[in-house]
C-alpha cells in the first residue's frame, strides 16, 4: 500500500514540486501545510505515515512543529527540509525527532532515498 506523506512548506512552488517527486514514485500526498501550526493541525487530523517539513516557515517554524508532533505521536516520523544546510538547525532537528534531514535545492533521489529509508 502507498504511504501517506503530508508535505510541509511555506513555499507553494517548493510543495509542488516535493508532490511530483512524491507521485511519481508511487507515494501518496495525503495532505499540504503552508506553516508549522498547519502542520500540526494537518499531522492529527491526516495521522500520515510520513511528514516532509520545511524548517524556515511563518507562524510556527517546522522545529517548534515538529516537537508539538513528537509529543502529541511519539512514534511520528518526520524528515526535515532546509536550505539552510546550518549545522545547528540539523542537529536540533535530529535531537527534536526528526528521522533525517534533506537540504534545498531538492535532488529528487535524495528525497526518495531519505523517504524510503524512513518509511520503505
Same mark, same amino acid.
Do not use: H, W
Given at each position: ?8 512548506? !511555506? ?17 501518496? $500526498? ?59 538547525? $540539523? ?8 528521522? !533525517?534531514?534533506? $537540504?534545498?535545492?531538492?535532488?529528487? !533521489?535524495? $528525497? ?9
Amino acid at each position: 500500500m502507498a504511504k501517506n506523506i503530508l508535505i510541509c512548506d !511555506d513555499a507553494a512552488f517548493m510543495r509542488m514540486m516535493i508532490k511530483d517527486i512524491l507521485t511519481k514514485n508511487g507515494y501518496n $500526498v495525503a495532505g499540504e501545510a503552508e506553516n508549522g501550526a498547519k502542520a500540526v493541525e494537518q499531522y492529527n487530523l491526516l495521522k500520515p505515515d510520513l511528514v516532509l517539513m520545511d524548517i524556515t516557515m511563518p507562524e510556527m517554524d517546522g522545529i517548534q512543529a515538529l516537537k508539538k508532533i513528537k509529543e502529541s505521536d511519539p512514534g511520528a516520523m518526520v524528515i526535515m527540509c532546509s536550505a539552510m544546510g546550518q549545522q545547528a538547525m $540539523v542537529i536540533e532537528s535530529i535531537q527534536s525527532g526528526a528521522k !533525517d534531514f534533506i $537540504v534545498k535545492p531538492f535532488q529528487a !533521489d535524495r $528525497v526518495i532515498e531519505a523517504v524510503k529509508k524512513v518509511v520503505g
